[in-house]
């Protein structure tokens, strides 16, 4: 079974989503036959890359609340986030474009250590005090080679803008196609979906639920029909 997880860095409840799924998946008796793939969403795709500011401003500014209900805001995430385990900073922590994360991330998926590089940066950007988007490319090639990816690799990709630029945006058309208007957004085997970072045990039930609901293969059958198998082939008799 397949779970797609279409989520953004600059997102809190796509941090402690990923955590809720992953209590859930722990969980789950057929944990080892789930494939879980991360897709890119970006909440900011107008950003310049290098119009960065402090979260609190951008805050006020985009949802037109007053900064005391800005940082009232933060230190709810920070319990919720708290609460799964996760570190989270309320002050001081900055926002800007994410795209090439997302590139990175699709490189980082070519050599099977997308999960770990998606868990570093959201670390990063919610948990430490350097900035995940003041210090330039350097910063993200350090992230990657700490997910398992090679240096010069990951500098290549951020030097070339359109290295992975159509998947991200074809991982964006599909998310809207699929009616994701907010992350993060699962989906299970292209049959269900869960909006939103719910409780785990929604996710239980979300991953029982689409399991159960595989379908079988319905074959269509031939007495008649020579076939090979194990023991060898039909051959037909005169």
């Not at 960065?52 to 949802?63: D, E, R």
Request: aromatic share 8%.
């Amino acid at each position: 079974m397949r779970v797609e997880i279409w989520s953004d860095i600059a997102c809190p409840w796509c941090y402690v989503g990923k955590a809720r799924f992953e209590k859930a998946l722990e969980a789950f008796p057929h944990r080892d036959q789930v494939e879980v793939v991360h897709r890119s969403f970006e909440l900011d795709p107008g950003r310049a890359k290098d119009d960065v500011q402090p979260v609190l401003a951008m805050l006020t500014k985009k949802y037109g609340m007053s900064e005391a209900q800005a940082q009232s805001g933060e230190e709810n995430l920070g319990a919720q986030a708290a609460a799964e385990g996760l570190d989270y900073r309320t002050r001081d922590r900055d926002h800007g474009n994410t795209f090439d994360m997302h590139r990175l991330l699709h490189l980082a998926k070519e050599h099977g250590r997308q999960d770990e590089l998606i868990q570093i940066l959201y670390r990063a950007n919610f948990a430490e005090e350097r900035s995940l988007f003041a210090e330039g490319d350097e910063r993200l090639v350090e992230l990657a080679v700490e997910a398992g990816l090679d240096a010069e690799a990951a500098r290549a990709v951020l030097a070339e803008p359109a290295r992975y630029a159509d998947e991200v945006r074809a991982d964006e058309r599909e998310a809207a196609q699929l009616g994701a208007n907010g992350v993060p957004f699962f989906v299970l085997d292209r049959a269900y979906g869960v909006s939103g970072a719910q409780p785990a045990e929604v996710f239980t039930q979300a991953l029982t639920q689409a399991w159960d609901a595989r379908s079988p293969l319905k074959l269509i059958d031939d007495d008649g029909a020579q076939a090979c198998g194990p023991d060898g082939c039909a051959v037909p008799q005169q």
